[in-house]
């Protein structure tokens, strides 16, 4: 089955610095990678998702990439704010299944 | 919006007791899917569904089953509850696959 690798664990940035995120998957049939960002006490919400079809995807200051050929995709976030700090977690899946989670990353954005 | 909600916020039970978590949706979504999540270990899958009354083991299902007789309502059941199943329960629902996951706030559950 699908297995989802998520490095690092533990982030701590300085407020307005870059963070990036990497996952790695298994499966070669997956093609839907998402990306929740769970704030503490609260669920887990999506933020970004990119599909097989795409290589790269940007929402104001986050983007996510995607490498099929190296079963990688990461997430970018610019620019970082105190509120950016939360747990982050990809996934990956395909239709007819379930997705797979990450470990997770606690990202710290210090001011 | 989507509403994914669960009947408890926090639970205390004791060992060896059968306990139920419930979860439902509102917006007519066919997928819906228990995961329980412990610092560390990320988000793991017990069970989902994808129809009335049909239900797949996701990666850690021993010790808990399921129950999904109505398209809006997903049930765990911790058959005998034990000390390790004191978790984080979170729920979610999706139209179709692969796509967005709405999650519940979460049930607390300790065993003592």
């Known amino acids: 089955g699908e297995n989802v690798e998520q490095h690092p664990s533990t982030l701590s940035v300085q407020e307005g610095d870059s963070a990036v995120i990497k996952c790695t998957y298994s499966?070669?049939?997956?093609?839907?990678f998402p990306w929740y960002k769970q704030e503490l006490g609260k669920r887990p919400q999506l933020i970004i998702d990119?599909?097989?079809?795409?290589g790269e995807k940007k929402d104001q200051r986050i983007a996510v990439t995607l490498n099929k050929t190296a079963k990688h995709f990461s997430l970018h976030i610019t620019e970082t704010q105190p509120e950016d700090s939360a747990v982050y977690f990809c996934?990956?899946?395909?239709?007819?299944?379930?997705?797979?989670f990450g470990k997770g990353t606690t990202l710290s954005v210090s001011s | 919006d989507v509403k994914v909600t669960q009947s408890s916020r926090y639970l205390v039970k004791r060992t060896g007791e059968k306990v139920f978590l419930e979860c439902v949706q509102d917006?007519?979504?066919?997928?819906m899917f228990w995961y329980r999540q412990d610092p560390g270990l990320g988000l793991r899958l017990i069970y989902f569904?994808?129809?009335?009354?049909?239900?797949e083991k996701g990666d850690i299902p021993e010790g808990y089953s399921v129950s999904r007789e109505k398209k809006e309502r997903f049930s765990l059941i911790l058959e005998s509850a034990s000390t390790n199943q004191t978790s984080m329960y979170l729920c979610?629902?999706?139209?179709?696959?692969?796509?967005?996951?709405?999650f519940g706030p979460g049930t607390r559950l300790t065993v003592t």
């Open positions: 979610a629902s999706t139209l179709g696959s692969p796509y967005e996951q709405y």
């Open positions: 996934a990956a899946g395909w239709a007819g299944t379930a997705l797979i």
């Open positions: 917006m007519d979504h066919e997928n």
């Open positions: 990119i599909r097989s079809n795409v």
């Open positions: 569904s994808y129809d009335v009354k049909m239900k």
């Open positions: 499966d070669s049939a997956s093609n839907y």
